[in-house]
């Protein structure tokens, strides 16, 4: 099946709060989470210059994973599933199985996914990335089960507090003005 029939797939069965997992030949994943109405929101490349741009993508022409693990720098972005950069011979699907928790209400997720929205952050492949963020929106708890030679299941809590102390000072915020 090719890239656009997984998306159609996809589109077709997914539910906001989905964990969308984008498996690479080379053997690592991207994830995002699912946003509704073919939509996304995952670790993106941050704004960037057209220079950088073009530094990108003969980089990822070179080795065929996220521009933004090369770069060093991401920003959590909302975009539709067809338009996320992959490299070719991607798997992407639907994978709400391979962490051991409970997901959140839909009402949480939302919550955290609209707090960390647009928010740039510096990308690190073992302690911060698209997966430890797409598992703290559907579970409150950063998880990242890809890394080699890490207990699976087993909570980044470093990425989980700078994600919570994100999202509970918008909350704050958004109280103040209401």
Not at 29 to 37: A, I, L, Q
């Amino acid at each position: 099946m090719n890239y656009k029939e997984q998306v159609a797939q996809i589109v077709s069965t997914a539910k906001f709060g989905d964990l969308i997992e984008f498996a690479y030949p080379i053997g690592y994943s991207h994830w995002g989470v699912y946003d509704g109405e073919g939509c996304i929101s995952h670790f993106a490349v941050a704004d960037e210059s057209e220079l950088m741009n073009t530094v990108r993508n003969h980089l990822q022409t070179a080795f065929p994973v996220c521009g933004d693990l090369l770069l060093g720098e991401t920003k959590i972005r909302k975009q539709r599933l067809e338009d996320v950069n992959v490299p070719k011979g991607v798997q992407a699907s639907i994978c709400n199985n391979v962490h051991a928790y409970r997901p959140s209400s839909e009402e949480q997720m939302s919550q955290r996914r609209e707090a960390l929205l647009d928010m740039t952050f510096t990308y690190r492949l073992f302690t911060f990335n698209c997966e430890h963020y797409a598992t703290y929106v559907r579970f409150g708890k950063s998880v990242c089960n890809q890394i080699p030679g890490q207990t699976k299941n087993k909570e980044c809590e470093t990425a989980t507090e700078v994600f919570e102390d994100i999202v509970t000072s918008r909350d704050i915020t958004k109280d103040l003005f209401k």
